[in-house]
């Protein structure tokens, strides 16, 4: 497991794990959020947040609260029960895994705050990229719900209905297409652990074995099947064209940190939340 630590501005860090197992990452984030607690309860001390990237190792987690109904059938996946809020995901490659420590008490923000910051950021990188894309469909577009935590591929119906809400956060004349990103936090004594799940180019067939979040026949949807996503072998052989036209991994996972920090340091204000 490579552990590589950068700073983002003067109050946030990140730290890539790849290759990760989920125990051990696991016990370290809360290690960690226990120490910031001590820190700051003991010695007033506000340390520097830390946003985790971590490429995880197949995994099932059941939330807290899970229940092991919506696990429909048992592979050679390990299962771990954890604190998190939520029901039961998987992770593994292809998909990005993005842990949030921060202290929501020095940063002002609420439990509320930090989902929607959370899911904003997340439907900001992924519209980015299926504007950016030649290959996508200009009536394709990403939304939070109030109603079901996560981030969703809504096709519009209405594009050329001159009746129809020109309200960007509305999600009338709209079709959901699926689920992309997923997210369940734990907030312990104002500080939050755990984080959000993005889909980009992981192998979908891991969902069939379980109702993602808890809701059945819910579609996972992958960023790649959407936009061109460059694989490791493809970045070294497309042309420069080719690879403009194009999104990998890193690309977009820069995208979303950078997006992140900027939310941490303020520069980011929230939107109006989503109707249900």
């Known amino acids: 497991m490579q552990n590589d630590t950068q ?6 860090v990140s730290k890539s794990l790849s290759a990760a197992d989920y ?4 016990d370290a984030m809360l290690a960690r959020t226990l120490e ?6 003991q010695q007033g001390l506000r340390t520097p947040d830390e946003l985790w990237i971590v490429d995880h190792n197949d995994v099932y987690t059941l939330g807290q609260a899970g229940k092991e109904e919506h696990i429909l059938q048992r592979t050679d996946t390990p299962i771990i029960k954890t604190d998190r809020g939520g029901q039961v995901t998987w992770h593994g490659h292809g998909q990005l895994v993005l842990y949030w420590l921060f202290d929501l008490d020095s940063l002002k923000w609420s439990v ?4 929607s910051h959370a899911e904003q950021a997340i ?5 980015d990229c299926l504007r950016s894309s030649p290959s996508s469909s200009d009536n394709i577009s990403a939304h939070a719900r109030r109603d079901a935590p996560g981030v969703y591929l809504y096709a519009d ?4 209905d001159d009746s129809a809400s020109t309200d960007d956060n509305s999600l009338d004349n709209k079709i959901m297409l699926g689920k992309m990103a997923s997210l369940g936090f734990k907030i312990k004594h104002g500080f939050s652990y755990h984080g959000i799940a993005i889909n980009l180019n992981c192998d979908l067939s891991s969902f069939n074995a379980i109702n993602p979040c808890g809701y059945a026949g819910m ?3 992958r960023l790649s099947d959407f936009v061109a996503m460059q694989t490791d072998s493809e970045q070294t052989e497309q042309t420069e064209q080719q690879v403009s036209d194009s999104f990998s991994y890193e690309t977009v996972t820069q995208k979303l940190i950078d997006n992140i920090a900027k939310r941490h340091a303020g520069l980011i204000e929230l939107r109006a939340i989503a109707p249900k």
């Open 123 to 127: 439907e900001d990188v992924i519209n």
């Open 36 to 41: 910031r607690i001590d820190l700051k309860k």
């Open 112 to 115: 509320r705050n930090l989902v």
């Open 23 to 26: 125990v051990p990452t696991l």
């Open 157 to 160: 119906t209405a594009a050329t």
């Open 219 to 221: 579609q996972m949807l």
């Open 7 to 12: 700073p983002l501005n003067d109050t946030l």
